[in-house]
């Protein structure tokens, strides 16, 4: 038997589809295809000469050798995550980086930031958007502002800032603005309403809240992400629908009317980041989050 380890692309492939429990979500992790993955895994398994995986329904199951090996890998792996982090950045001097969605950042922390800057000036805070692929766990990242419903992952220290409420939005340019804005809320099953991939249970949500069947709405025009979708409510070309917060500003500036007002979700924006980096300014930044997404005006 070779005691030589196997290459490392199998080995990454195997402990992120071992942590997945996927193929698909550890090829979109590590931004390469299911084939890959799957190539990958067969080698690993060829190099030790042992099944790793065996199918159970429609998904993988891990083997006795294969837990064995998931065990060691992601203690590993996690150990390299953690050292590399430590030789890259020195905490006490490097900012604060802070990911979340480009949606987020553009229509509520931008225009809050130079207040922020103002109230915690040691704090050096750096903004990283993305759409679904940030993970505070890996190097680069400090924690995440990100929208979700708990229960929350066990390995992270959550901050809950705020119950998420949706509601649907319009803009007076739209079409449809003069027959709308005084209706019930009925009266959007029978819209083309605006949507994004990104939150497609969002719609679905508000209906069932407001009683009606999620099924018979109608859905027109898609975007990819929450940004672009209210960037073309505003444009008029229908009814969006939002997290509040990100709407703020539009409404207080008559750019966006909420006809129907909003409804509170089971989800939480809040902050996370790994237990095992606490970070005293995280505190800091989560009061501080909390009391801006609190204030009236």
């Not at 207040?115 to 940030?134: I, K, Q, V």
């Not at 990100?146 to 800032?161: I, K, S």
């Not at 979708?229 to 629908?241: K, N, R, S, Y």
């Amino acid at each position: 038997m070779s005691h030589d380890l196997p290459p490392l692309n199998a080995l990454r492939a195997f402990e992120a589809t071992a942590r997945l429990n996927s193929v698909s979500k550890a090829a979109e992790q590590l931004h390469v295809t299911h084939g890959a993955v799957s190539r990958q895994l067969k080698v690993l398994e060829e190099h030790l000469g042992v099944s790793l995986f065996i199918k159970d329904g429609r998904g993988l199951k891990l083997t006795d050798a294969g837990i064995r090996l998931r065990d060691a890998s992601g203690e590993a792996f996690e150990r390299l995550r953690t050292v590399c982090a430590e030789l890259t950045q020195n905490t006490a001097d490097a900012p604060f980086v802070l990911g979340c969605s480009g949606s987020l950042l553009a229509r509520w922390f931008i225009p809050r930031l130079g207040r922020l800057n103002t109230d915690l000036p040691d704090l050096r805070l750096h903004l990283s958007a993305g759409e679904g692929d940030l993970d505070p766990r890996r190097p680069g990242l400090d924690a995440l502002l990100v929208f979700a419903e708990p229960p929350w992952p066990a390995d992270m220290q959550v901050y809950e800032l705020a119950s998420e409420r949706i509601g649907p939005v319009m803009s007076p340019r739209f079409a449809g603005y003069e027959r709308l804005q005084n209706a019930p809320p009925a009266a959007l099953l029978s819209e083309p309403l605006l949507r994004t991939t990104s939150r497609p249970q969002a719609w679905p949500s508000w209906a069932q809240q407001r009683g009606l069947e999620a099924k018979a709405l109608k859905y027109g025009q898609g975007f990819e992400h929450l940004y672009y979708l209210l960037e073309a409510a505003v444009a008029g070309l229908g009814v969006a629908i939002a997290p509040e917060p990100l709407v703020t500003e539009d409404l207080k500036a008559g750019r966006l009317v909420a006809p129907w007002g909003f409804s509170e979700t089971p989800a939480q924006l809040a902050l996370w980041l790994p237990k095992r980096a606490a970070d005293g300014r995280a505190r800091q930044l989560a009061q501080w989050l909390k009391n801006e997404l609190h204030q009236t005006d």
